[in-house]
């Protein structure tokens, strides 16, 4: 089904005519109103008056993470205070994290989109949405929740965790729609079957997938253990959370970007060029329509490419493909986006731990899983097997309490971790994307 | 009346233990008495050698995570309840054992056991009140 058919289905000169519209009033409005694009527009030598067809989006300078965390919290912010009615945070860490904030009509839109994803996915009112992504800072819980109110589902606003109950209510409410990390929906089946209920026989026909890569084998093994059709959806909080990019039932094959409300671009990392449709580098996206948090061609680091070709659902807004990997070091790691350095800068704060360390990530059972292994210093060293198990769990608390990622610290003999000029050797990520 | 031990810091690794004994090899220690604590992850290898500043220069030239702590050998009687009567002792005294492991020579007629406390000095002065021998650091090394 589609949720909107004017806007989802409208005549490409249509709708970029309508970019072009929203794109010059977004200008004008952040030059207005947010210091830090007035003086990069300013830098840049470009004003929103020079900004007459989507091609000069391009003259504009780009948006790093960075940019966000120099503005900690509310310095990108577009509208006054008294405007914003939500706040969402990208999930915890030792530096500062990535606020954002929505008004009234934002969290609107923000539902619009994610109804239209759900729709993409198979779903429809009518239908019960067990909608299992996190609640709280993290954009995913809520914006699936909202998503399934304006669709007019039911909604059972369980969260992640508690993984018996979510099998019981999976078992006695009867959802049709699973909305959850891909890896989370895995770990959910192998629950069900300890507790002797067949994924299979419960009433599921789509699940909606998202906040973390995952790859085409992992799709067929999701509908396989869980007989429904797996749907891949697209976002992240800095651009509005999920529901930038959905997949249609139809194709699964791409995510359709919502162009009526973000711009998407696709460059060569190195340089920074633009790049022709098809090409594949990382995610550039504009918002289009937001008031409190809007973005500027926003470098996602998500690496993936754009394909122009008409899709047998019907909609006209292009599709990129998934995602295939991240032009910086970010690891998401159960759905919680963990940057080596965050764990540097944990490490370093514990007497004894040598300034080197290497990070293993592994899927399990489905599941993340985060490997540590430092090298213990002389000062650490105890004779003693209880005495050094005592410091490596010190390690695992302090991570858990700054990150909220559980890790296994494994020691290791000093100078055995290899010491390389680039970052990469600090970590090995065993997962296949 | 302590001794020296010299611990090493081991991750559980094929060939590990095999490259600290061809250190000491080539350095010239002979080992007297080792014991190995071990986990899933690393373990700890405690030897007494017969010169310690000569392992322990050799062993951290070799980049291994070094460390020399204080040990105590006694004299255990060599029949049934000789060991029993040691442990018996320190327990009244309220003396935990940290660890503990046996020495390959013998003195005279007696069996060398190596013991690590966490009150050492307190130990030492139990087990002398109750006529145990503790042996000497200097003897121990040359036995």
Same mark, same amino acid.
């Given at each position: 089904?589609?949720?909107?058919? $004017?806007?989802?289905?409208?005549?490409? &000169? /249509?709708?970029?005519?309508?970019?072009?519209? +929203?794109?010059?009033?977004? #200008?004008?409005?952040?030059? /207005?109103?947010?210091?830090?694009?007035? %003086?990069?527009?300013? &830098?840049?030598? @470009?004003?929103?008056?020079?900004?007459?067809?989507?091609?000069?989006? +391009?003259?504009?300078?780009?948006?790093?993470?960075?940019?966000?965390?120099?503005?900690?919290?509310?310095?990108?912010? *577009?509208?006054?205070?008294?405007? @914003?009615?939500?706040?969402?945070? !990208? !999930?915890?860490?030792?530096?500062?994290?990535?606020?954002?904030?929505?008004? /009234?009509?934002d969290i609107n839109t923000w539902a619009e989109l994610m109804a239209r994803s759900l729709a993409s996915g198979g779903a429809s009112r009518g239908d019960i949405i067990h909608n299992a992504y996190g609640y709280g800072l993290f954009t995913g819980g809520l914006g699936a929740h909202y998503g399934a109110e304006k669709l007019g589902a039911s909604v059972i606003p369980v969260s992640g965790g508690n993984t018996k109950r979510q099998v019981i209510i999976m078992r006695d409410f009867g959802p049709t729609i699973l909305t959850c990390t891909p890896s989370y929906a895995l770990h959910l089946a192998e629950a *069900?079957?300890?507790?002797?209920?067949?994924?299979?026989?419960? %009433?599921? %026909?789509?699940?909606?997938?998202? *906040?973390?890569?995952?790859? $085409?084998?992992?799709?067929?093994?999701?509908?396989? %253990? #869980?007989?429904?059709t797996a749907i891949d959806v697209y976002g992240l909080s800095e651009i509005i959370g999920p529901g930038v990019a959905i997949e249609c039932h139809e194709a699964q094959n791409g995510l359709h970007i919502f162009e009526d409300h973000f711009i998407p671009e696709i460059i060569d990392p190195e340089t920074g060029e633009v790049l022709p449709y098809g090409e594949t580098g990382e995610l550039v996206i504009t918002s289009l329509t937001k008031e409190a948090f809007p973005v500027i061609r926003y470098r996602t680091r998500d690496v993936t490419s754009l394909n122009v070709e008409p899709c047998i659902c019907g909609r006209t807004h292009y599709r990129m493909s998934k995602i295939s990997g991240r032009t910086d070091d970010m690891l998401i790691i159960r759905g919680v986006?963990?940057?080596?350095?965050?764990? $540097?800068?944990?490490?370093?704060?514990?007497?004894?731990? $040598?300034?080197?360390?290497?990070?293993?990530?592994?899927?399990?059972?489905?599941?993340?899983? #985060?490997?540590?292994? @430092?090298?213990? !210093?002389k000062e650490a060293f105890s004779d003693e097997v209880k005495g050094l198990q005592q410091f490596a769990q010190t390690i695992e608390k302090e991570i858990r309490e700054y990150l909220g990622i559980s890790a296994k610290v494994k020691l290791a003999e000093p100078k055995s971790i290899e010491r390389s000029q680039g970052k990469a050797a600090r970590v090995i990520d065993n997962r296949s994307f | 009346?302590?001794?020296?031990?010299?611990?090493?810091?081991?991750?559980?690794?094929?060939?590990?233990?095999?490259?600290?004994?061809?250190?000491l090899a080539e350095a010239g220690v002979n080992i007297r008495a080792l014991s190995l604590a071990d986990t899933t992850d690393f373990g700890v290898l405690r030897l007494i050698v017969d010169d310690n500043a000569k392992a322990e220069e050799a062993m951290k030239a070799a980049g291994f995570t070094v460390r020399i702590t204080h040990v105590i050998a006694v004299e255990v009687d060599d029949r049934p309840g000789g060991l029993h009567y040691i442990l018996d002792t320190l327990t009244q005294a309220n003396i935990n054992v940290e660890y503990m492991y046996a020495f390959v020579q013998q003195s005279g007629d007696k069996a060398i056991m190596i013991f690590r406390f966490d009150q050492l000095e307190q130990a030492i002065s139990v087990l002398e009140k109750h006529n145990i021998t503790v042996i000497s650091g200097s003897k121990l090394y040359t036995m």
């Open positions: 089904m589609i949720f909107d058919i $004017e806007y989802e289905t409208m005549p490409r &000169e /249509a709708l970029e005519s309508i970019q072009l519209r +929203r794109l010059q009033t977004t #200008l004008s409005r952040v030059y /207005a109103t947010v210091p830090f694009y007035r %003086k990069k527009f300013d &830098e840049a030598g @470009v004003l929103p008056g020079d900004v007459k067809s989507l091609d000069d989006l +391009r003259r504009l300078p780009f948006t790093m993470k960075q940019d966000l965390r120099d503005n900690y919290p509310f310095g990108m912010f *577009a509208v006054p205070m008294e405007n @914003v009615v939500r706040i969402h945070a !990208s !999930s915890g860490t030792t530096g500062k994290p990535t606020v954002v904030g929505y008004t /009234a009509r *069900a079957e300890e507790e002797g209920v067949s994924f299979r026989d419960l %009433k599921f %026909k789509s699940g909606i997938f998202g *906040a973390e890569p995952w790859t $085409e084998d992992m799709r067929h093994e999701i509908e396989n %253990k #869980l007989g429904l986006n963990v940057f080596p350095s965050q764990i $540097e800068s944990v490490l370093m704060q514990i007497e004894g731990v $040598e300034p080197h360390y290497q990070l293993i990530v592994d899927r399990e059972e489905n599941l993340d899983t #985060l490997t540590v292994f @430092v090298e213990v !210093s | 009346m302590k001794a020296e031990q010299i611990s090493i810091f081991l991750e559980n690794k094929a060939g590990r233990i095999s490259e600290v004994t061809g250190i």
